[in-house]
């Protein structure tokens, strides 16, 4: 069974931190594209954050530079995303999701929201 599954979510102040993890099974990450997205009550779908599997270039959405950072752990078979100074704004279902065409750039991945692998997705709550 292919699955990644998301964890680390949960309600913090503005301000603080958050690191969001995703672990892959049925499959692994070393190749793969892989990506963080969220999606807000009411709004579309967007890419936060990819990271190619090629070259390792990393992309991340104007709204969350130099707040957010994406990294994986091969050992573990696991992604990450590193959450800094987060604000109301910041509030969405955060998905995880993974690509194994090995063309697959970090912007392609991000702006067109490719997986073919999705997480089930988890809350993160910015709020006071």
């Known amino acids: 069974q292919v699955q990644l599954v998301e964890s680390g979510g949960g309600l913090v102040q503005p301000g603080g931190s958050l690191r969001l993890s995703c672990a892959a099974s049925?499959?692994?990450?070393?190749?793969?594209?892989i990506g963080w997205f969220r999606q807000a009550p009411g709004k579309e779908r967007e890419g936060v954050s990819c990271i190619s599997s090629s070259d390792g270039t990393a992309y991340y959405a104007d709204s969350v530079k130099g707040r957010f950072t994406i990294s994986r752990d091969n050992a573990k078979n696991t992604m990450y995303l590193q959450m800094n100074s987060l604000k109301p704004e910041d509030t969405a279902v955060y998905y995880c999701?993974?690509?194994?065409?090995?063309?697959?750039?970090?912007?392609?991945?991000?702006?067109?929201?490719?997986?073919?692998?999705w997480g089930q997705g988890t809350q993160v709550t910015v709020s006071s």
């Open positions: 999701a993974a690509d194994p065409h090995p063309k697959t750039t970090a912007q392609a991945m991000c702006v067109m929201l490719l997986g073919p692998y």
């Open positions: 049925g499959f692994t990450l070393d190749y793969y594209a």
